[in-house]
């Protein structure tokens, strides 16, 4: 995970931390407002930060369907925001297969972003496009979605279009996340078939750092 991203979420799980320690040691009840507030602030936060399909957000689900009480709730909802916040700390938040695609795709993107520094706007679109399309195979493969079909008795890989509509009806990325990668991929395509002035550099500029974004909020 890249520091400036881990400072950020380590700040955004620490606040959550401060704001319920002040109301328990100044005893304030934790009424249905608050407690809702609370409770969608954090899944929220460990939903943006590990993934809904991370062991931290299985647990939370658990903690919610099991209690029925606001304070119990919270507390126990609060100890899966800890552990989460623990592990970030500790660096132990992604695996090792993990780790090894975001260096890989750092190195790619760093590429990208030399390319376009050095005004080759149109091979760093290129090279920033192949990075989203092979980390939405990733995560295709890691949600037990098909990245290849059958076309005339041979098996052949899916468009990067195809695996991003499949990604989204399977809940597996938003809907602002589908429509921007659409929109990424239209330039990359645009690149790829020298239609050069459908896109600026600075447009390039904005995809570099979507894509890095994205890939962090999904790992896989």
């Not at 552990?83 to 590429?111: N, R």
């Not at 809940?171 to 078939?193: P, S």
């Not at 600026?200 to 962090?216: Q, T, Y």
Request: glycine share 4%; aromatic share 10%.
């Amino acid at each position: 995970m890249r520091q400036d991203l881990k400072d950020i979420y380590i700040k955004q799980l620490k606040n959550i931390f401060d704001e319920l320690k002040e109301r328990i040691e100044r005893k304030l009840p934790f009424d249905e407002f608050i407690a809702s507030k609370t409770i969608t602030r954090i899944s929220a936060a460990i939903s943006r930060i590990a993934g809904g399909d991370s062991e931290y957000y299985k647990s939370l689900e658990k903690v919610i369907i099991k209690y029925d009480t606001y304070p119990n709730d919270i507390l126990s909802i609060l100890g899966v925001a800890e552990a989460l916040l623990k592990d970030i700390e500790e660096g132990y938040l992604k695996t090792l297969t993990q780790l090894v695609h975001d260096d890989i795709f750092s190195d790619f993107l760093e590429m990208a972003d030399y390319l376009l520094d050095e005004g080759f706007k149109d091979a760093s679109a290129v090279i920033a496009g192949s990075t989203l399309e092979e980390h939405l195979r990733k995560l295709c493969l890691k949600n037990n979605i098909g990245v290849t079909f059958i076309s005339s008795g041979k098996d052949k890989p899916k468009q990067a279009s195809k695996m991003n509509q499949e990604l989204y009806s399977k809940k597996t990325i938003k809907k602002g996340d589908m429509m921007q990668i659409t929109a990424w991929l239209d330039i990359r395509n645009n690149a790829a078939h020298g239609k050069y002035n459908e896109y600026s550099k600075d447009k390039v500029e904005l995809m570099i750092l979507g894509i890095r974004a994205f890939i962090s909020n999904y790992p896989a």
